[in-house]
């Protein structure tokens, strides 16, 4: 094998860059996601400060109609206060929508750099083991999930993370074997680097771009999955504060509370519009 030049060896041991503008793009498209989704998660999370009452214990009247003295949006009907179940609501639909986001992202980009740098019969199973998820509705394999595992918030995180993942896998798969025969990369390999060293300097700068893109598309349906398993009795128990079972606590008093239900149904909408909304932003900004 021919040794290459002192200075492509000395290159190869820095951090990679592609063409200088679309890393530069990538990486600055990156950061904004992260940032903007930090800064709207800080909010979340202090959206309860802003709770009147407790989200679990009875306040007053049951049933009380919106601009009740005492509670803006009313109360359910042992008399929690709905306003404070909301706030308490929109942080944990928000943030189980983040951990199975990111924990789809981990196991994907593991998966998807593995088969990737691999190639052959390694990559050929890892991408049919994948295709497996794919071929089959991934609400329904959450519940199936949740169903054997039992009941609770917890396990439908688990469950909808796990249906996730192969997305996320396939496109880091594509990027990495786009990235993986440009000249630093082959460079980098001829310096003896580890392939450790080598996904995480030089190739995964690369590819990450797209995947955060879709990740953040991925918040509103994400929201809607959670709620809608939370809606048909397979999230946290009662009196836990989730919209979804908020809804389908109240659809007994639909005509005779009509607030009870539908004002968390308006709840998750708003949220679910927030994250489309946020996503293409995103995907707008990463595309021009």
């Keep these: 094998m021919a040794v290459a030049d002192p200075w492509i060896l000395e290159a190869a041991k820095r951090p990679a860059t592609l063409t200088p503008p679309r890393l530069s793009k990538r990486l600055t498209s990156g950061r904004f996601i992260v940032v903007a989704l930090g800064v709207v998660s800080l909010v979340v999370l202090l959206l309860p400060l802003l709770a009147p009452y407790s989200p679990t214990d009875p306040v007053g009247a049951g049933l009380l109609p919106p601009l009740s003295h005492g509670h ?18 929109i942080r944990s639909s928000w943030f189980g929508t983040i951990a199975v ?3 789809a992202l981990v196991i994907g980009t593991f998966i998807g750099v593995i088969a990737g740098l691999a190639g052959g019969v390694l990559d050929a199973a890892l991408m049919r083991f994948s295709e497996i998820f794919l071929a ?9 999930l949740v169903a054997a595992l039992g009941p609770s918030y917890i396990h439908v995180l688990i469950a909808v993370a796990v249906v996730w993942w192969p997305a996320y896998a396939r496109l880091i ?56 398993l939370s809606l048909i009795g397979l ?6 504060p989730e919209l979804g079972a908020m809804v389908s606590e109240g659809f007994p008093f639909l005509l005779q509370a009509w607030w009870v239900p539908l004002i968390p149904g308006f709840a998750i909408t708003v949220i679910v519009l927030i994250g489309m909304v946020l996503g293409d932003i995103m995907r707008g900004r990463i595309s021009t």
């Design 72 to 89: 803006l949006l009313g109360t359910d009907d042992i008399g929690r206060d709905l306003l404070s179940r909301i706030l308490y609501g």
């Design 101 to 103: 986001l990111a924990s």
């Design 136 to 144: 089959m509705p991934a609400q329904v394999l959450a519940i199936c």
């Design 173 to 228: 798969r594509t990027g990495v074997r786009s990235v993986k025969v440009r000249p630093h990369v082959e460079a980098a390999r001829l310096a003896d680097i580890s392939s450790a060293r080598l996904a995480a300097r030089h190739i995964l700068p690369g590819v990450l771009g797209p995947p955060l893109v879709l990740a953040s598309v991925d918040i509103g349906t994400v929201l809607l999955v959670l709620s809608g």
């Design 235 to 240: 999230g946290a128990p009662a009196p836990a």
